[in-house]
């Protein structure tokens, strides 16, 4: 992979950033379920630059929280229909 395929601008790279964004928006989900919340900055950055949006982000750590409520149901999972989208 070349740095090409790092910029979510290039139209080449619209699939590859399609992948780096929902890997990154994953890895912003593992984060907050293992309370590594020193690294969630960095990582809604990272996703962010690969083309997720605020309200993709925002659903993430609205299932988080949920989660940490117990509202967590699977049927209202909001990352499935980021993921959807895709």
């Known amino acids: 992979m070349n740095n090409n395929t790092m910029y979510k601008n290039d ?5 590859e950033n399609n992948v780096l964004k929902v890997t990154a928006l994953f890895y912003i989900m593992d984060a907050l379920f ?3 919340y020193e690294s969630c900055d960095e990582l ?3 996703a962010e630059n690969f083309g ?3 309200d993709e982000i925002s659903a ?4 988080f929280i949920k989660w940490l409520k117990g509202e967590y149901y699977y049927n209202s999972d909001e990352f499935s229909v980021i993921l959807a989208r895709e």
Do not use: F, Y
């Open 11 to 15: 139209p080449l790279a619209t699939s």
């Open 52 to 54: 997720a949006s605020e």
């Open 34 to 36: 293992t309370e590594k």
């Open 44 to 46: 809604i950055t990272l």
């Open 60 to 63: 993430i750590i609205a299932q």
